[in-house]
């Protein structure tokens, strides 16, 4: 057994602390703020099981220029940031080749096979599994047009498992009532589910880690050199294995030992109203204008868009108020009085598959981040996969498409 130091108390680096502590490693945790404002609870809260096409296909790139002139579309780039963005974006517009798409479509089919087998178990040993709703999500449709260019989509994403039940605009009035006449066409995706409140999981999470003997650690990791993690205030902590699953700061963190990852933060805006005047049953997917409506605990959360700044930019909450205005017309009895306001930063490879494996340079230290949009989905697979590594398994899937060296 062996002492691990893990970077990052998201989902991705608190699955992992669990599933060392349960074959008996010593564990410490490390995060400039433990129980703070993270992307595992602010998200949209679903298990995205058929979340397996990366977001460069065929034909997107002729999209965003629209999507970057439009103020409530999906897409903003702020203009001081694109020299920066630049090697990302043209190792993205690679990825958007057939060939690539349906090898990275296959890659990432793999590593989602599993997220119920892996995720289950956890919620039972938190007490949780009544968080889960295990009753799929609704893509829905404002034209015949649109619907008909996701075909491909679908078909591929069929070919790997996934379930899609059509339906017509009143098909989808019965199942979730609340939606306006807008939608003339839907797709239930019966795989997916969602939480009361991903925060909760989260929280829960950390608190039992804790318990079972993990230490956390609050502090900036800003370097690795040697056999210590070195932090901001000059701590430096000894270890024997190290994890970086420090989410859009992995990046960082991993330059210091020579590894060059293309890691982006994309971010993402939310916005949570306690009290909507609508009801829904499942997450709801806008497919045409990219965002979603999930039913919570704490209300009606509306998310979405993807924002490319970086990670220290400050915050453009009136990316939340336009998904709230951009709902409307889906869902006629929103009420958006009242409701809070939430950024939070993806960490997001160019090919869309995170990154898995050990350091081309340090086989003591392991990565574990850049799972975008599927990082709640991806926790506790994620942590599995460390374990493994750690313990000299052989891991259940190909991890060689997400190594690191794939940036090199």
């Known amino acids: 057994m062996s002492h691990v130091v893990i970077v990052g108390t998201g989902i991705v680096g608190l699955s992992t602390a669990l599933a060392l502590l349960s074959e008996g490693h010593a564990v410490t945790l490390v995060d400039r703020d433990p129980s703070g404002d993270k992307t595992s609870f602010g998200n949209a809260g679903g298990l995205g099981v058929t979340e397996i096409v990366p977001a460069s296909v065929p034909g997107l790139i002729w999209k965003v220029p629209g999507w970057l002139i439009d103020p409530l579309g999906p897409l903003s780039l702020r203009p001081g940031h694109f020299p920066k963005l630049v090697p990302w974006l043209l190792r993205f517009m690679k990825s958007g080749s057939h060939r690539e798409m349906l090898r990275l479509t296959s890659a990432l089919a793999a590593l989602t096979a599993t997220v119920y087998d892996d995720f289950l178990p956890m919620l039972d040993e938190l007490s949780l599994s009544h968080e889960l709703h295990r009753v799929g999500a609704l893509w829905v449709y404002e034209t015949e047009a649109g619907f008909a260019a996701d075909a491909a989509d679908r078909a591929l994403r069929r070919c790997h ?16 009532p609340a939606l306006g006449k807008k939608v003339v066409r839907a797709v239930l995706t019966p795989q997916w589910s ?8 989260v929280d829960t999470l950390r608190e039992h880690v804790a318990s079972r003997g993990a230490t956390i650690v609050q502090g900036e990791a800003v370097a690795i050199a040697g056999t210590a993690l070195e932090l901001s205030d000059g701590t430096k902590l000894p270890f024997e294995r190290l994890v970086i699953a420090a989410g859009a700061w992995s990046a960082r963190l991993a330059a210091t030992i020579g590894d060059r990852v293309l890691l982006e933060s994309e971010r993402g805006y939310n916005i949570t109203i306690p009290n909507s005047g609508v009801s829904l049953a499942r997450e709801v997917i806008f497919a045409e204008r990219k965002f979603v409506a999930t039913p919570m605990d704490i209300g009606l959360r509306i998310g979405g868009a993807a924002e490319f700044a970086g990670l220290d930019a400050s915050a453009n909450y009136a990316r939340s108020d336009a998904l709230a205005r951009l709902a409307r017309p889906y869902l006629p009895g929103l009420k958006t009085e009242g409701g809070t306001r939430w950024m939070g930063h993806r960490p997001t ?49 190909d991890l060689g498409p997400f190594s690191a060296s794939r940036f090199s």
Do not use: Q
């Open 161 to 176: 498992g996934g379930i899609f039940e059509e339906m017509d605009g009143d098909e989808a009035r019965r199942l979730e």
């Open 194 to 201: 969602h939480f009361s409140d991903p925060k909760r999981v």
């Open 349 to 397: 490879t160019p090919d869309s598959l995170p990154v898995i494996g050990p350091s081309p340079n340090r086989p003591d230290i392991i990565h574990a981040y850049g799972h975008g949009h599927i990082g709640l989905t991806l926790g506790p697979t994620t942590g599995r996969l460390v374990a493994d590594l750690i313990a000299g398994r052989t891991a259940p899937i």
